[in-house]
């Protein structure tokens, strides 16, 4: 019997008792190798002594402080670190509680900018069919997971969307990886001279698309080419890197990979590395200084905006990350990984694809491989993936969904970045 609402309403799961390293451990002393850092959150493993010893430092210092009245160092230095790692252009911080909020606010924030710019017209966000943004309700609107949304959909604004690039089930076998970029660029541009480029706030999607299609990322040219046409319309490109930002993928920003900084970056997860819950919304300068010239202030706020113990565990997780050299640890375990997928499931009848970049991987299921035919909808898939992975002492994170009428399994893997190959 447990009080707490859990994942599945029918069953409780494991106790986590203790964790440190790449493991974690039950109350029944069953030790699981976190190979997925839960959701490509524990970027630095579990209990690291730096970043627990930089939560205390804070503790002790100054543990809240509401952002109505003060300000810490600490938000001020992890704002200062976040600048000086992001794309062109970005200087401006919001700190929040984790990813939906982070993509709440970056909506909001850029439907505020226009607002100020007396272009009060602006409401249309556009996105892809697979993505997600987050369960609160303005994310889980510009989200594209159809199961996510199907119970909530009188209460979501309309969002038009676009097809995701996903190469493996995108790409005709008659086209190339440019003409079919393009194809995916033009329908972008359709979707915006319908809804009418002077009615649209932004474009919103994952530069590796995590939880919603499995650790899938563009095509070369894709994000310079989605960057291309919202700089001709004028519109925003929001960038949600609350999975594979914060060095998932070998660079602080997956982004920074393909040429692009775009107007508003979402992040989260591996920001606070799960020591403590917190996102962040980044913002070019133009923006906020909109906001700056007009109305003074930015329409928003939570109660933990900016939480001095959560900047604390955060500015350690960056610091570490540099001390240690770990992006390039992270490009390189990355390769080792994908190889190591690639001998043990490259000929495996039921994996029809291995693709990621840098420590965010997954191999998508299919029941044939020739054909690329998925397994019929059912969520005991994933739920026998992730039990028998358990009792393996292994977490990895299976899930799947329907896009564009077609169904998709996948297993995803985010080991810490401080996890070895043995080689
Ligand atoms: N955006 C992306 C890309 C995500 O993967 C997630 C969570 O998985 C979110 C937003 C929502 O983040 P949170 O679960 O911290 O609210």
């Known amino acids: 019997m447990s009080h707490v609402i859990h994942r599945s309403l029918r069953e409780v799961p494991p106790v986590a008792d203790s964790a440190k390293g790449i493991f974690i451990r039950d109350s029944e002393d069953n030790a699981y190798i976190d190979a997925s850092g839960g959701a490509a959150v524990s970027s630095l493993g579990h209990g690291h002594p730096d970043v627990l010893a930089a939560m205390h430092r804070q503790i002790d210092r100054c543990a809240y402080a509401h952002t109505s009245f003060f300000t810490t160092e600490v938000a001020e ?28 606010t970056a909506l909001k924030l850029a439907r505020q900018y226009f607002y100020e710019n007396g272009e009060e017209q602006r409401s249309v966000f556009i996105a892809r069919r697979q993505s997600y943004h987050g369960n609160t309700l303005g994310a889980l609107a510009v ?39 393009q194809d995916l660029l033009d329908e972008l541009e359709s979707a915006i001279v319908r809804a009418g480029p002077e009615k649209v706030i932004g474009f919103v999607a994952e530069p590796v698309v995590g939880a919603t299609g499995g650790a899938i990322p563009p095509t070369p040219g894709y994000f310079r080419g989605v960057h ?16 594979c930002g914060m060095g998932r993928t070998g660079t602080m ?26 996102g962040a919304v980044l913002a070019q300068g133009a923006i906020v200084d909109r906001l700056r010239q007009g109305s003074g202030a930015f329409l928003h706020g939570h109660t933990y905006v900016g939480h001095p113990v959560a900047c604390a565990a955060a500015l350690a997780v960056q610091q570490v990350i540099e001390r240690d050299k770990l992006l390039a640890q992270v490009a390189k375990r990355g390769l080792s990984l994908r190889r190591m997928l690639g001998e043990a499931f490259g000929k495996h009848h039921h994996v029809g694809d291995i ?69």
């Open 77 to 104: 230095q992890l704002a200062d670190k976040l600048v000086a790692q992001a794309p062109p252009g970005i200087s401006a911080v919001y700190f929040v509680s984790g990813g939906s909020e982070a993509m709440e």
């Open 143 to 181: 989200g594209g997971n159809e199961w996510r949304r199907k119970a909530f959909a009188p209460l979501l604004m309309d969002v038009p969307r676009v097809a995701p690039c996903y190469e493996y089930r995108g790409r005709g076998e008659d086209q190339t990886v440019d003409e079919y970029t």
């Open 228 to 243: 291309a046409l919202c700089d001709r319309y004028g519109i925003l490109f929001i960038a949600d890197e609350v999975m």
């Open 253 to 278: 920003f997956a982004i920074e990979q393909d040429e692009v900084a775009p107007d508003i970056i979402a992040i989260a997860k591996g920001l606070g590395a799960g020591y403590q819950p917190i």
């Open 355 to 423: 693709r990621g970049r840098g420590l965010l991987m997954a191999l998508e299921l299919v029941h044939d491989r020739p054909t690329k035919s998925p397994f019929p909808a059912s969520r005991k898939l994933h739920a026998k993936v992730k039990e028998q992975a358990m009792a393996r002492g292994l977490m990895v994170y299976p899930m799947g969904g329907t896009i564009d009428g077609q169904r998709g399994d996948h297993v995803l893997l985010a080991p810490p970045f401080i996890a070895t190959t043995g080689d």
